[in-house]
C-alpha cells in the first residue's frame, strides 16, 4: 500500500499549507458532531428564534476551532522547518490534531521553541479576536462565534502549556531535565510522568472534589474531564514507553542476541549437518559456492529423516530458506542496526564476521530487546 493510500484510508487529504501536507482524520467528525450536539442548545439561548439555525451556528464553531487546531500544529511544522527538521506532516484528529517529523537532531532549546510555538499561535488568536471584538463589538452570529473563539483559543494554549506530556509544555520538563542530565530519554519520562499527575490533579479537582464536598456533579463535565484525562494517560503513557525503548537502543547489539552458528555447503547431507553439530553446536546455515546464506537447518525437519537414508538425503530438504540478503553484521548496534533491519525480508538472519557466518539472529530476540519483552 502506497504512503497515499495508507493516508485515504485513515483520513481525508487536504492539500499543502505552506508546503506542509495537512490531512484531515475521520475521528474528526466524531468530535464534530459532539460539538453541534453539545453546543446548539447554547446558541439556542443565546440568540433566541434563530430555531434550527442553531446547528449551523454549532457546525461553524467546529469548522473554526479546526482552524485554530491547524494554525497550532502549523506553528509546530513551520519552526521545526525553520530548524531545518524533515518531513513535517499535519493530520487533524478527534483530539485536535498532531504534526509528525522525519529523522532529525534536536537540541533542548529547539524542541522546546518548537513545542511551545503551538500555544503562543493560540495566544496570537485570541488576543487578534479580543482586539476585533473591543474594536467592531459584532453582535448576533459573528459576535457569538468570535467570543467563543476567542475563549476556546486561550484556553487550549494555556491547556497546552501545563508542564507534563503529551501536552506541548511537558517540552519544559523534558528539556530542564534533558540540560540536566544529557539525556533527552530521561527527560522524556519525567515529562510523561509530569503529564501523568496533571491528569490525577484534573479528574481530583472536577471529579473527585465535588464527591468528597457533596457537590452535585456536572454531568457534561465530568464526561469532558474523564474524556481528556483518558487521552492525557495514554499520550504521557505512550511518550514513556518510547523514551525507554529508545534508551534500549545502544544495548541493542547483534552479537549479544545472535545464536551460535557455522555455515556448510548447500551440497552437504544430512549426514555431513550430523557430524557438523557433533563437532560445533548450534545452527547450521546452508551457503552457496560463493558463500553467500541461503537457508538455516530446521531442528524438526533434521530429526524426522531415517538413519538409513540421511548419508543420501540432501541438506536442503531439511532447511528453511531465508531471505534474499538476510544477512548482518555481527559488530550492528543500536538504531542503525534497527533501521537497516527494518528494510529486509523474512525473520531470520545469518550474522557475518569478515564474511564467516558465526551465528544466527532472530527478529523475535531484536524485537524482545528493543521492548523489553524477552520471553523464552
Known sequence: MTAVEQEKRTGIPLGRVFGVPVSLAWSWFVIAAFIVVVFSPDVARALPGIGSGAYAVALAYALLLLLSVLIHELAHALSAQAFGWPGARIVLTLWGGHTQFGSFHATPGRSLLVALAGPAANFALAGAGYAVMAVAAPQGVAGLLLNILVWANFLVAVFNVLPGLPLDGGRLVESAVWRATGSQERGTVAAGWAGRLIVIG???????????????????????????????????????????????????????????????????????????????????????????????????????????????????????????????????TGRELIAYLAGLGGSEYAVLDGGRVVGLLGQSAVVGAVTGRRGP
Do not use: C, K, N
Open 202 to 332: 484534573l479528574v481530583a479537582y472536577f471529579v473527585g472534589l465535588p464527591l468528597v464536598t457533596g457537590r452535585q456533579l456536572d454531568l457534561q463535565l465530568t464526561i469532558v474531564s474523564l474524556l481528556v484525562g483518558a487521552f492525557l494517560w495514554a499520550g504521557a503513557g505512550q511518550a514513556i514507553r518510547e523514551a525507554r525503548m529508545r534508551q534500549r537502543l545502544p544495548r541493542v547489539t547483534v552479537r549479544g542476541l545472535m545464536e551460535p552458528a557455522s555455515a556448510i555447503a548447500s551440497a552437504a547431507t544430512v549426514e555431513d549437518i550430523d557430524r557438523r553439530l557433533a563437532e560445533r553446536p548450534g545452527h547450521v546455515v546452508l551457503v552457496a559456492a560463493d558463500g553467500t546464506p541461503e537457508a538455516v537447518v530446521d531442528g524438526a525437519s533434521l530429526a524426522s529423516v531415517p538413519t538409513d537414508v540421511r548419508a543420501a538425503t540432501p541438506a536442503g530438504t531439511v532447511a528453511r530458506a531465508l531471505a534474499p540478503g538476510a544477512v548482518v553484521d555481527v559488530a550492528g
